[in-house]
């Protein structure tokens, strides 16, 4: 009887031990293939892919306990790509970041910080990825553009120049260098240079057409007119093509040629800045200031601290014998100049000394005095965070 009993239970360990094992490899499967899926979801997420994706791995992971994290990071990645980063974090501050999750959770957060202006918090996260996943293209882009944000155009080049060893064949860090150099640095050759870098690594249809276009606009810049024009050759016709046309084609003395473009830009779109502004100019050249005086009176109510076509209006009245007219013109534009010259100067000083708060408030108020509300409001906000993050032991 007892031997019937022994080998009875050693039957029944046997058959248990077996079921173990048997649900072992059910959860271990389980598990991979959770896994799976999370990959795939934090994939979409990231590339912007599908969010079906997405939705259909947070509902095989609701009800895991175990896998609780994954979901809650779920649920903060599609609140954000819905456009509503507030909720997206306050579920990314139910996550435990840990493992596999701690690189995509930073950076979504950092992108949830960064759409709310919070720029010191933001830099803290993109750090982090920077530290964990040294490699990593997105937090290395997301700095750079805070960095630029800062003012601090020395530490976003740096970060630039990241990009490009990390990705070297990828167009997008050569065109953020160009911009770079072109709108802070002023350098436009250089600005040039990495532009034609950026063409080289055949970037897409809209992204070539706008480098076309900031490549013609250095080379007017830098007074290559042929080579602005031979650049715009293959680049589809519209505004932004035509206003460096109507430039080039007049420095070059091809007044009739610069006169046809202008004619349809002048068609298509006749409040257009360019269209104005150039045909105004154009009006000059033939001595016709009656004709220029009203499209350099439509600009000057949009911007009064246009000097440009300021000046032009002082030369339009100067051109009628208007002298009362022109000399009260040319004042007002000195005047809107010098503000300008204030605005270059601190913004160069910004760009020397990154954790200058102080630089940044006068900036503000300069843009305030030049009508640029949404440009006072951003440097004012910069200026507040980098007091936070001087109060945190780190400047940008």
């Given at each position: 009887m007892l031997r019937k009993i022994f080998w009875r239970l050693v039957v029944l360990g046997t058959l248990a031990g077996g079921a173990a094992s048997g649900l072992y490899a059910w959860n271990l499967r389980q598990n991979r293939n959770l896994d799976y899926h999370v990959d795939l979801a934090l994939s979409a997420l990231k590339e912007e892919g599908s969010l079906d994706v997405v939705k259909d791995t947070m509902?095989?992971?609701?009800?895991?306990?175990?896998?609780?994290?994954?979901?809650?990071?779920?649920?903060?990645?599609?609140?954000?790509?819905?456009?509503?980063?507030?909720?997206?974090?306050?579920?990314?501050?139910?996550?435990?970041?840990?493992?596999?999750?701690?690189?995509?959770y930073y950076l979504m957060r950092g992108e949830a910080l960064y759409s709310q202006g919070r720029l010191a918090e933001a830099e803290s996260a993109f750090r982090v990825v920077v530290r964990e996943k040294p490699d990593d293209f997105e937090g290395h882009r997301w700095l750079a553009m805070i960095y630029h944000d800062f003012g601090s155009a020395n530490a976003s080049m740096a970060e630039l120049q990241w990009l490009t060893r990390l990705r070297p064949?990828?167009?997008?860090?050569?065109?953020?260098?160009?911009?770079?150099?072109?709108?802070?640095?002023?350098?436009?050759?250089?600005?040039?240079?990495?532009?034609?870098?950026?063409?080289?690594?055949?970037?897409?249809?809209?992204?070539?057409?706008?480098?076309?276009?900031?490549?013609?606009?250095?080379?007017?810049?830098?007074?290559?007119?042929?080579?602005?024009?031979?650049?715009?050759?293959?680049?589809?016709?519209?505004?932004?093509?035509?206003?460096?046309?109507?430039?080039?084609?007049?420095?070059?003395?091809?007044?009739?040629a610069a006169q046809r473009v202008l004619d349809r830009l002048s068609e298509a779109e006749p409040e257009h800045q360019g269209a104005l502004l150039l045909g105004a100019m154009l009006a000059l050249d033939r001595g016709d200031g009656q004709a220029a005086i009203p499209k350099l009176k439509k600009l000057l109510e949009r911007d009064p601290h246009d000097y440009v076509a300021r000046h032009q209006l002082s030369l339009a009245y100067q051109s009628l014998g208007d002298s009362e007219a022109g000399n009260a013109e040319s004042v007002r534009m000195l005047e809107s100049k010098k503000l300008h010259q204030r605005h270059d100067t601190l913004y160069t000083q910004a760009i020397g000394d990154p954790s200058d708060a102080g630089v940044r408030q006068e900036l503000a108020r300069i843009c305030e005095q030049l009508g640029k509300t949404s440009e006072a409001q951003r440097w004012h906000q910069v200026a507040v965070q980098i007091e936070a993050r001087r109060r945190g032991g780190r400047s940008p």
């Open positions: 509902e095989r992971l609701t009800g895991r306990r175990d896998r609780i994290s994954e979901l809650r990071m779920l649920q903060g990645g599609t609140l954000l790509r819905g456009g509503d980063p507030s909720a997206a974090l306050r579920a990314f501050d139910r996550v435990r970041p840990k493992g596999k999750l701690c690189v995509p064949d990828h167009f997008l860090a050569y065109r953020l260098m160009g911009l770079t150099y072109a709108e802070d640095f002023r350098k436009f050759d250089q600005a040039a240079e990495q532009y034609r870098l950026a063409l080289e690594r055949n970037p897409p249809d809209r992204q070539r057409s706008e480098i076309v276009r900031e490549l013609a606009q250095c080379l007017v810049l830098l007074k290559e007119f042929a080579a602005a024009l031979d650049v715009l050759h293959d680049m589809s016709d519209g505004p932004l093509k035509q206003v460096v046309q109507i430039e080039s084609y007049r420095a070059l003395g091809e007044t009739d």
